[in-house]
């Protein structure tokens, strides 16, 4: 079975997409053993290719092949060289993991869409993103032969805002390499982390002023904050941490190394993620592998992902922000009872799992194509 793969996210400072793909090329690497080749097309050179494969340790796998394709990362590239170059590669199918695809491809194909928040709240992005991600986004879901989703919660919001038969919809939840979080180590008691893109929805200046309210409370207490700034309308984030008079405090970094970030989650005592919308929210998960419990908006997603491993706080409610996190900043009862949760939530997510469920789907759109 040739399979095609959009592999733009997993060149240059990956974030979430990139990650979602590195970790499922990295399980089929050990799932897929024979009679599977994997083509990896993007718009980066064979050298940065050759780095990659040396990272995923897919440089001694025959199944894993780069194609260079001329152009840019962007939706003309995707449209164009890519649709090209898949269609004239004898491929069985083709995997697209970042919301849209190809919509000339002469091959069945298989979409990730991860949320639909640009349906849901189109406010939360600027007019030329919005009209762009809408588009290629619904076109995209009606011609796919399977759509995999995070969530039921994500689920439903497809069939709502792209009126998709749910039939069509399949869900893969996320998986985190720390099933059981062994091997947790000292934590660094004041420490408050966030890690992920700064979109609006996730409501940095809500945390921001809770901060600072505990941290006039504890001394001690630092608050880092990782991600990319990509809110809408923009929110300077340094300058509001200025204003809040905390910039001691508070340290935000637009991106840093795994590495760098595993040391962080190993560090952390509280994660905070007080997102309104996801169609998953991976960050939570991944921290409480680490023995970092959350603070969390209560939304159905939230529910649906973590369970009763995490403390729930109404949206905004920045006295109850501030209990929450003070209470998970100490060994309270609450600290005690989601970590004593958080074996089996992490039990239910697995890389292992998303990449068999995300396969299957793979290996029937094939399989369709010559019934």
Request: net charge neutral.
């Amino acid at each position: 079975m040739r399979i095609g793969i959009d592999a733009r996210e997993l060149f240059g400072k990956t974030t979430g997409v990139g990650r979602y793909l590195t970790n499922l090329l990295i399980e089929w690497s050990g799932q897929c053993k024979n009679g599977y080749t994997f083509i990896l097309y993007s718009p980066f050179s064979e050298q940065h290719a050759v780095d990659l494969f040396n990272r995923l340790k897919l440089n001694d796998n025959p199944a894993f092949k780069h194609r260079s394709l001329e152009g840019s990362q962007g939706t003309l590239w995707e449209q164009s060289q890519l649709c090209k170059a898949a269609n004239s590669e004898s491929l069985d199918v083709f995997f697209a993991p970042n919301y849209s695809a190809p919509l000339m491809l002469q091959i069945p194909f298989v979409l990730a869409l991860h949320d639909v928040s640009y349906f849901s709240r189109p406010d939360w992005f600027n007019w030329r993103e919005g009209v762009r991600r809408r588009l290629l986004a619904a076109k995209s879901a009606r011609l796919a032969h399977t759509v995999l989703t995070l969530s039921q919660f994500s689920r439903e919001e497809i069939v709502h805002h792209l009126n998709i038969n749910s039939d069509r919809i399949v869900i893969t939840p996320l998986g985190t390499n720390r099933s059981k979080g062994e091997h947790i180590g000292p934590k660094d008691s004041h420490l408050v982390l966030f890690a992920g893109s700064c979109f609006t929805r996730r409501r940095l200046p809500d945390l921001i002023r809770a901060f600072a309210i505990v941290q006039s409370q504890e001394s001690r207490a630092r608050l880092c904050i990782v991600g990319d700034n990509r809110t809408y309308p923009h929110i300077d984030l340094e300058s509001f941490v200025d204003f809040t008079g905390i910039a001691n405090y508070v340290s935000i970094e637009s991106w840093i190394s795994d590495q760098d970030l595993t040391e962080l989650y190993r560090k952390a005592k509280v994660f905070a993620f007080l997102s309104e919308y996801e169609g998953f929210g991976l960050p939570p998960l991944e921290a409480l592998g680490f023995g970092a419990p959350s603070v969390m908006l209560d939304t159905k997603i939230a529910r649906e992902v973590m369970g009763e491993a995490a403390s729930f706080v109404p949206l905004n409610d920045i006295h109850s922000t501030v209990s929450a996190l003070s209470e998970l900043l100490w060994e309270s009862p609450k600290r005690t009872a989601i970590l004593s949760a958080a074996s089996g939530i992490l039990a239910r997510h697995s890389w292992a799992d998303t990449a068999r469920r995300t396969m299957r789907a793979v290996e029937k759109a094939a399989t369709d194509r010559y019934d």
